[in-house]
């Protein structure tokens, strides 16, 4: 368990709080692609007209053609349906109409099938191939390079965010189109070195914590903590961690923007260690999603006081108390000394080293 928190943390947890499958990754992992039209022999059914990867075989495709598509396919000749096939023998699914750039990035993602891999978030060239793509007018190809982007390492996507005109960021942002997508343009709205850009983040993080708003909060946090820093911290440890009284929903939120910044930049990594202190005095409920940033960051000195409060937790939230668990033993365990290596005295004979 620990070690998938430590591999977990390498993704952004404030745009994708788990990993997400894009429509490269289908790709990828397909075992055989093709497009397909209606059969002519089979109506409401396809037939393959174009193999894109592996070999589909000559059995009939089962997948049912539905009437929306159907009507599509047969005004437009010229467009097809993308179907994946997972391994041989299993069903067929349906990936979307191509036509097109959607067909053009199917086509991309298959020349780099030799280099990429599923599910990966660190690729820079793969990421670089999807940049273009945000905010593109078919909807599919945005969410692809958004969920492609977004679960890159918080550090690629400061990378990333000065190659996104800021007016596309500002686009997402403004856009209701685009409201479930924002979290990633926040994030790159912070790397705006422009004052306006700046000014709206501290304005819409000030009505955030005013008026108890938790949608986009870890965003908008994160895109706060990037442009104030060690103040911003500061901040933050008043008008959250140390209020009982705000809701456990903001605070999961605060928590995850504190690790993301804490993750990306050592100068604020000690304020934030202060800033957990605070929270667990304050909201020791919280101690689980604590935790495991903890784990992840090998923070042991906080095994005092996260003892005392599983031992207040054990009864309350059994779930909670296993969370801490991992991350006592996690703790005890980096604090045992390494095992003396054996050293050869002058008679030829392994002795081993003094304790």
Known sequence: MAGLLLQTAHACQVCIP???KTLADRLLEADALVLAREDPQR??????????????????????????ARRVLAQFPQRHMLLARAKPGSAWSALGIAEGEYERVVRRVLQHAGSWTPMETANRQRLAEFVPLLG?????????????IARAPYTEIRRIASEVPIEKVRGMLDQPRYLEWRSLAILMLAQSE???????????FDDKQRLGSTFNLAAWATAYLAIEGTSGVER?????????????????EIVKALSVMAGAEVALREPVAAAYRALLGTNPSLAPEVSRDLIARRRWDFAEQLQDIRQAMAKQDPLGAYALDLYLRAAAGAAQPAPALPSIVGNGQAQRGVE
């Open 43 to 68: 109506p409401f059914h396809y037939v393959a007209v174009e193999t894109l990867k592996g070999e589909p075989g000559d059995a009939p495709i089962d997948a049912f053609l539905p009437s929306m």
């Open 18 to 20: 788990f990993p997400t």
């Open 194 to 204: 422009r004052s306006v850009d700046q000014e709206r983040i501290r304005t819409t």
């Open 236 to 252: 933050i440890r008043h008008w959250y961690l140390e209020r009982p009284e705000r809701s456990r929903e903001e605070l999961q």
């Open 136 to 148: 593109h007018a078919d909807t599919r190809l945005h969410e692809t390079a958004y969920l492609e």
